[in-house]
């Protein structure tokens, strides 16, 4: 059934596909009851419903969180959402390489800004029924010296909401963002963060697991730095990993677009990149598992490398959402 709906949705443009998707969500949201899940998965101190969840940029203004629940996602991350609303970069900014069961996207954070994301989700925060996530970020206009401020805004607005945070200083897609990885910005950027997320602690009475996303480009000792820096500056796990800019062994037509590239050929660096931090960090640090998992195998994989939760996008897109129950089915085994 998918696949002929995808036929029809992949004859619209990329980004009015997806609009479209997601206003069907919408309706089979309004209609369809949660599922009920008989464990959970204890996590940074919060219960997921099941390891698989869906990963920021699908719903970044939570238009559709109960459709997607209803699907049998176990959480689902939000976002990426920035103080202010913005526009993002100029259309065309989302590409299909069906070929390489991939996608080029350069959106540059288009979001309805968090004060909107957040007075929606809390209308409907109680029905969805899964934990959800909160990626937030800059917007394009702050330079990186004061981005931590638009980091505070978004966690000031989403604390209340959020059952985890996730901090994207990974996206290509922002002028000078993955700066912040660098050793020096990140520790003073994470530290700060960190005691905000305290004085929030107290302010509402609830610790929020607060997770930091990275990106696969960075060499082994960035990496290496990077997880350090998190580590000591109080960050509760990583998110591994955002989008790639780098362009290997691709077939489609659309592989020069500049962006982030996801789906299948970002697996393989995802995996080597979950297994080095597990490395790095050893037993009991989460990871979440994000890039190119497209099939159960590939989840049990990323399992084995070191991953405590997994997240899929550009597969659900490709295989609609019967690849959820057949991820969860492996799992299951």
């Known amino acids: 059934m998918y696949y002929l709906i995808r ?23 309004s209609l369809a009851r949660g599922r009920n899940t008989s464990e959970t998965i204890q996590v940074a101190g919060v219960s997921f419903n099941n390891r698989l969840g869906l990963a920021a940029g699908f719903d970044k203004n939570a238009v559709a969180a109960k459709g997607l629940a209803a699907l049998g996602f176990g959480f689902l ?4 959402v920035t103080p202010l609303k913005q526009e993002g970069n100029p259309r065309p900014r989302l590409f299909r390489l069906e070929h390489d069961q991939a996608l080029v996207n350069r959106m ?30 800059k917007n394009k206009s702050t330079t990186n010296e004061l981005a931590v401020e638009d980091y505070r805004i978004c966690l000031d607005r989403a604390y209340p909401l959020a059952d985890y945070l996730t901090i994207n ?3 290509p897609n922002t002028p ?31 610790r ?9 480009d960075l060499s082994g000792k960035e990496l290496k730095n990077l997880v350090t820096v998190s580590q000591d500056s109080g960050i509760d796990g990583i998110v591994a990993t955002n989008t790639t800019v780098s362009r290997n062994n691709l077939v489609s037509r659309w592989q020069s677009e500049t962006g ?3 789906g299948v050929p970002l697996f393989e660096k995802t995996l080597e990149t979950v297994s080095a931090i597990r490395d790095l960090v050893g037993r009991g640090y989460p990871i979440i598992g994000v890039g190119g998992i497209s099939t159960p195998q590939d989840a049990r994989e990323m399992l084995a490398a070191g991953a405590d939760l997994l997240q899929i996008y550009t597969s659900f897109i490709y295989q609609g959402p019967a690849i959820i129950d057949l991820i969860k089915k492996e799992l299951s085994q």
């Open 208 to 216: 929020v697991p607060m997770f930091v996303k990275l990106a696969p």
């Open 176 to 206: 000078d963002l993955r700066k912040l990885q660098g050793i020096h910005e990140s520790e003073k950027f994470l530290v700060a963060l960190n005691m905000h997320r305290d004085t929030l602690t107290e302010r509402c009475g609830r």
């Open 260 to 262: 982030g590239l996801s």
């Open 108 to 137: 540059g954070f288009n979001n309805d800004g968090i004060d909107t994301v957040v007075r929606r989700l809390s209308l409907c925060r109680e029905k969805v029924g899964v934990p959800i996530g909160i990626n937030v970020g």
């Open 7 to 29: 036929q029809a949705l992949f004859f619209l443009g990329p980004e009015v596909a997806h609009e479209v998707v997601l206003k069907l969500l919408q309706f089979y949201g």
């Open 169 to 171: 200083i990974s996206s």
């Open 77 to 80: 991350e939000i976002g990426t």
